[in-house]
């Protein structure tokens, strides 16, 4: 948003809950708009109902010229101005098994669908994602372009040296993100560093907590769970770590493999949704599910620091292609187009 900002030629309104990020407040060139947004309006059929009817009046009240719905959804059918909706993923209609009951999936179907039509211009955030609009709605492909996300300046190579000293996972605890082949893989490669996972124990799936527990209890001796790490020491996390272990089955576009290249950290991760065409051929790539070659990836970073050197500067070089300045600079010419067009 800050970067939007600087190009001079927007006056930017941003619509924040309750409790804005601090940062936002920083921004030069941003104007804070507070509305009755809170953590409540997060289940499906709140948050249906309140964009609808109460963010429908907020923007007939503020008129603007364009509105920007940067989360998925979240346009009002009754808009007063032209929209642009990023596109992060289809997820929720192609793994519909992880994402809450009937009632629960019925409001994001009304919500999602709503936003497709009415936008505008659709800014999906990899090829991956503008894939599945060909799928799931047809009808709004015409008015998509894939525009990436970025990393983010701090997450860069570190200072000076030293040994890594753990192998890590980042990342979310829904089924897709496969937690239980990090752990067996794990198991099968024995190796010497530990492994850490950021978030809790306790929140993992049913069958990721199986998982963990069928492990012999010298292994679970050497699990470290991080809990919720700050936002500042996530770059020296990665940069600690002899690798990223992603063993995703479906991202829409995949921070955590793009964070950890940017900072010198060989990746192994899978094929699934977005994930090669973020990370190409700079990480070593596994099927979904497949523990064993997982295991055996773990085993060839760990015997050869030169495959780690090789396979660390071809993560800096793909980081480098998706930065948030080119980002910004492809949000912008959308936004001027869709104005154009109005």
Known sequence: MGGLAAEGAFRLLALTGADPHPALGALAGVEIVATG????????????????????RILDRLRPDLFHATWNNGIPWRCPCPTVLTLHDLLPLQIPGEFGDRSQRLAFLASQYLALWRARRILAVSAATRDALRRFAP????????????????????RGGGDPDHVLYVGGRERRKDIATVLEAYRRA?????????GDAATLTAADAAALAALPAATRARIVFLGAVPDPDMPDLYRRAAMLLFPSRGEGFGFPPLEAM??????????????????????????PGDATAMAAAIRALLADPDLRAQ????????????TWPRCVAATAAAYRRTLAGR
């Open 37 to 56: 947004w809170t953590a409540g309006h997060a289940e499906w059929r709140r948050r249906l109902a309140w964009e609808q009817g109460d963010l429908a």
């Open 139 to 158: 009808f709004a492909l015409s008015r998509s372009e894939v525009v990436h996300e970025g990393v983010e300046p701090r997450f860069a190579p570190g």
């Open 190 to 198: 024995d190796p010497p560093l530990p492994l850490c996972l950021t």
């Open 262 to 287: 940017a900072c010198g950290t060989p990746v192994v991760t899978t094929r699934a949704g977005s994930i090669p065409e973020i990370v190409g051929e700079a990480a070593i790539h596994v099927e």
């Open 311 to 322: 396979r660390a500067a071809a993560g800096l070089a793909r980081a480098a292609a998706l």
